[in-house]
């Protein structure tokens, strides 16, 4: 179990953001090798981030490494060089533009050669960015291809290209009723919580506009995402605050488990709370505020 309330984006060309991005509060902070690296930097981006991994005081409880697309010139020396050099420095690999199972299993699978030939004890992660059609029909399969695989990212903008969407409306603009990416966002989580891993909500890229990212976290948070990308420092407060449940909503979440919990040891199925009836279906739902609230320390 993870906090993935933000996840920094953070080029790994970039000693000066890499170093930054050791001392932010984002949950969790990727080093990217992908697209916030030109290709005449992308090899040379391998070492700084190894040296970024190893010999930074990070705050943030995880780290990661997004590699380039699988089916570049990069992506195999992507893996080898940082896991060779960062070991147990590094906790994940992000992996863009998945199409289908088998690229989650050959990733998994040179993971578990290197652990092994490096004499590693820690295995290492995997996250995933949907991003393409392709990727979306199979999503079901993506999610239980690997038990390294720990969450399932929505890639919008790449995926706004897959689908052919109108720029205005990718950009939030347009005049499509309701939220575009709403069947994506929901084939997406309900893929990650029956695999019982994490979604999370990609990108947003107008860092400028701070309402139009917190629109977007309630939009995913309110149907299971657990945290969402910031590409910029000044969206991660708003994400660890977004994906946070509210001290009263845990106060109260806590209160009716105790409630619920009393009724039970009375041989009673129902107990009546404030105006409400709470049963078991009230408490499963109660209880990912719970959950949520003991993995932040609340």
Not at 122 to 133: T, Y
Not at 189 to 196: D, F, T
Request: aromatic letters at 6%; hydrophobic letters at 45%; a negative charge.
């Amino acid at each position: 179990m993870r906090l993935r309330r933000s996840e920094l984006s953070t080029p790994g060309s970039s000693e000066k953001m890499l170093a930054k991005a050791a001392g932010s509060d984002a949950d969790l902070v990727f080093c990217d090798l992908e697209d916030s690296v030109a290709p005449t930097e992308k090899v040379a981006a391998r070492a700084k981030v190894v040296r970024a991994l190893t010999t930074l005081d990070w705050k943030p409880p995880t780290r990661a490494v997004r590699i380039n697309a699988l089916d570049s010139a990069w992506s195999l020396r992507d893996v080898i060089d940082v896991v060779e050099g960062a070991r147990e420095a590094l906790d994940l690999i992000i992996v863009p533009k998945v199409l289908a199972a088998r690229d989650v299993w050959w990733l998994d699978r040179l993971l578990g050669h290197l652990e092994e030939s490096l004499g590693m004890t820690k295995r290492i992660g995997i996250e995933v960015l949907i991003e393409e059609v392709e990727a979306l029909i199979n999503v079901e399969e993506i999610a239980t291809a690997s038990p390294r695989l720990e969450a399932v990212i929505f890639g919008p903008g790449d995926y706004s290209a897959a689908q052919g969407v109108h720029p205005e409306v990718a950009r939030g603009a347009g005049d499509y009723p309701g939220d575009v990416w709403h069947y994506a966002r929901n084939k997406i989580v309900v893929a990650a919580r029956a695999a019982r891993i994490d979604a999370v909500d990609g990108p947003f890229a107008a860092f400028g506009d701070p309402d139009g990212y917190r629109r977007q976290c309630a939009l995913s948070g309110s149907i299971g995402y657990v945290g969402k990308w910031a590409i910029h420092p000044s969206q991660i407060a708003l994400a660890n605050e977004a994906y946070s449940p509210g001290a009263e909503e845990v106060e109260r979440a806590r209160r009716l488990e105790r409630a619920y919990a009393e009724a039970e040891e009375q041989g009673l199925g129902a107990v009546a709370v404030d105006g409400d009836m709470i049963d078991v279906a009230s408490i499963r739902i109660l209880r990912n505020t719970i959950a949520k609230a003991d993995l932040i320390g609340m």
